[in-house]
């Protein structure tokens, strides 16, 4: 009974429509806040702490609601389901119920334009996903892949070659596949944020 909730949260029950594509769905329940987000792990939390005063409150990152948006603080944003967004990602779409995969890779991987090159791979097959430089390893790089089988493999295989991947010599030594790893909207560098960075112009690609 949306009724009882308390100011905003009564229009948030319900499906939207991630950025990348996907259903993220809002439920509310004995007084939690409960979301599926097919890019990051179940999420409940009492509906006072989730909706705040300075926004709405979803692990690290803060949202604005504003009718059928919320956009949320790390640049990502969920419209409320109707046809016509469906429509706009159907290749993205596709990827609903595939699970994201999680890759350690060592190697050359850090300041060696390594994130761009691996996101760039991801788009250029239709995968989401993201990149993440270790802070204390310098040789790690964490990668979470969320699309066709065949096309994630199709990187894998590329870093485990140990080929350059690029022209400023990225190269990895290894790639293991985890268990876990870190939701895309979490990673340093993703599918959706990479055009937001000042990337160096010269680097070419390989992969």
């Given at each position: ?9 009564a ?21 939690n ?53 469906r ?31 691996m ?15 270790h ?22 295989t590329a ?49």
């Amino acid at each position: 009974n949306n009724s009882a909730l308390p100011n905003a949260a009564a229009g948030l029950a319900g499906a939207w429509i991630h950025n990348c594509g996907g259903i993220v769905n809002i439920k509310f329940l004995e007084g939690n806040c409960i979301i599926e987000n097919p890019y990051a792990q179940l999420f409940c939390l009492p509906i006072a702490e989730f909706e705040q005063g300075d926004g709405l409150h979803y692990f690290q990152h803060v949202g604005l609601h504003d009718g059928d948006t919320i956009k949320w603080s790390n640049g990502s944003f969920w419209t409320r389901e109707v046809g016509i967004a469906r429509a706009r990602t159907p290749h993205i779409l596709s990827n609903i119920g595939v699970q994201p995969r999680y890759f350690l890779v060592r190697g050359r991987v850090q300041n060696v334009m390594f994130r761009q090159t691996m996101v760039r791979a991801m788009q250029s097959r239709e995968i989401l996903g993201g990149a993440t430089n270790h802070d204390l390893d310098k040789s790690r790089v964490d990668l979470t892949f969320h699309g066709a089988v065949d096309k994630v493999d199709e990187i894998i295989t590329a870093l485990r070659g140990g080929f350059n991947l690029n022209s400023w010599g990225a190269q990895a030594l290894s790639a293991e596949e985890m268990p876990t790893g870190i939701s895309i909207d979490d990673h340093q560098v993703n599918t959706t944020n990479v055009d937001s960075f000042s990337w160096n112009p010269e680097v070419r690609m390989y992969i």
